[in-house]
């Protein structure tokens, strides 16, 4: 099979010497991405900034902003079984991006904030999708509830809600998997090397179900 996994923050920038960005180490998808090559499939790594080694064999394209991620990610889904979208995607930028570095002023500074495109939802409201389509939820509280809400809202097979306290930055984290017909699995905390390995697991499983039955 031929999965496709975005990982990592993304940075929106303000000025060519600043942006927003968030605490993503891009660890669980790189661990994703490492385990299905692992288990013989194709990978296309969508990365933004990371301290981490791409693993040997997959492809790697090397993003910055949510828009060089969209666009990115819309080149390769059609080509692929299972888009899995573990980045950490800013959810807003500068309405502006400033073309030279903004000064020093005295008093307060107030940037306008925009939102980004949603890359998830636009891939699950696609017409005639094909590819299994998995979404990470990062929350804080009311974690199953806020995970299955986002599960409908954006349309995909299979959402994998974890704690963002727990999970940012961390080698460690514990998941619970949600399924569009209302199952649920958790897996206990563990390191997230494990974790990829019963996720693609998992993806596999549901993939050929879902190619099985169109045949
Ligand atoms: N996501 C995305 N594009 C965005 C924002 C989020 O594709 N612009 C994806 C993430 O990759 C993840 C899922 O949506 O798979 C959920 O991300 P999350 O940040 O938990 O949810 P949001 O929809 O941004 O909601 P909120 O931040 O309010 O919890």
Redesign the pocket.
């Known amino acids: 099979m031929r999965f496709l996994v975005?990982a990592g923050p993304t940075r929106e920038l303000i000025d060519p010497v600043r942006y927003i960005s968030n605490r993503s180490s891009g660890k669980m998808g790189y661990a994703i991405a490492e385990v299905a090559l692992e288990a013989g499939h194709e990978v296309i790594l969508i990365s933004g900034p990371v301290h981490l080694e791409p693993p040997r064999g997959a492809k790697l394209v090397s993003v910055s902003t949510?828009d060089e991620m969209f666009d990115a990610v819309h080149r390769d889904a059609d080509s692929c079984d299972v888009c899995v979208?573990?980045?950490?995607?800013?959810?807003y930028k500068p309405a502006k991006v400033s073309p030279v570095k903004i000064k020093k002023r005295a008093g307060n500074l107030s940037l306008e904030l925009v939102p980004?495109?949603?890359?998830?939802?636009s891939l699950g409201h696609r017409q005639h999708r094909q590819f299994l389509l998995v979404?990470?939820?990062?929350?804080t509280n009311d974690v199953e509830q806020?995970a299955a809400q986002?599960l409908h809202a954006?349309n995909c097979d299979i959402m994998v809600a974890n704690d963002a306290r727990l999970g940012m930055e961390s080698d460690e984290n514990e998941l619970m998997i949600l399924f569009r017909d209302s199952e649920m699995r958790k897996i206990s905390r563990a390191p997230k090397k494990n974790l990829a390995r019963e996720l693609v697991k998992i993806y596999s499983e549901f993939a050929t179900k879902r190619l099985t039955k169109k045949m």
């Open positions: 975005t949510s979208l573990c980045a950490a995607v800013a959810d980004t495109r949603d890359i998830l939802d979404g990470f939820a990062a929350e806020n986002k954006k």
